[in-house]
């Protein structure tokens, strides 16, 4: 007679070994940084350092005209914001007083400009571009696309008070 001796958990051995592989492999990846487009990509960080970032203020009537036009078409730039990827320059231009015109189209295109300021939040680029200036995202007002990849941003108050949140005048 012939008795073999098979230990109970060698059948169970078998099965659990690609189950203890497939768990160590699956920890070893947790190490490894994912590279999703973020304010610390390399890429995100590039795109806009690489990029030539002016500020400005506005001055004149006509200026005033070209933000309201800006403000206006803020739903279209929310959409040109969340598809750009590249922007050769950007120049963010302060709004220091709002006066009753802006402020009555800002009401008129309160949901546009919200949308717009979300899209902005979600652009790497472009969220680095105002965070690395300590702009708020609520005194964004209006972003113009221009030729090529220039892109002007425009924010209520000035460089100095841009890290507060500046109040809209109410509409009269």
Do not use: C, W
């Amino acid at each position: 007679m012939n008795f073999s001796m098979v230990h109970p958990l060698s059948a169970i051995g078998r099965q659990i070994v690609p189950i203890i592989a497939l768990a160590l492999i699956v920890q070893s990846l947790g190490r490894f940084p994912v590279n999703a487009q973020g304010l610390e990509s390399e890429g995100a960080i590039d795109a806009i350092v690489g990029s030539d970032v002016k500020t400005d203020e506005v001055s004149k009537d006509s200026d005033i005209d070209r933000v309201a036009e800006a403000i206006a078409n803020s739903h279209q730039s929310a959409e040109l914001a969340r598809k750009a990827y590249n922007i050769d320059s950007l120049e963010i231009v302060f709004v220091p007083e709002i006066d009753e015109k802006l402020a009555k189209v800002l009401e008129e295109n309160q949901t546009d400009v919200t949308l717009l300021r979300e899209s902005i939040e979600g652009s790497a680029i472009f969220y680095h571009a105002i965070d690395s200036r300590s702009i708020m995202l609520t005194n964004i007002i209006a972003a113009e696309f221009g030729d090529g990849s220039a892109v002007t941003i425009f924010v209520k108050g000035t460089s100095d008070t841009a890290d507060r949140n500046i109040e809209t005048p109410p509409v009269q």
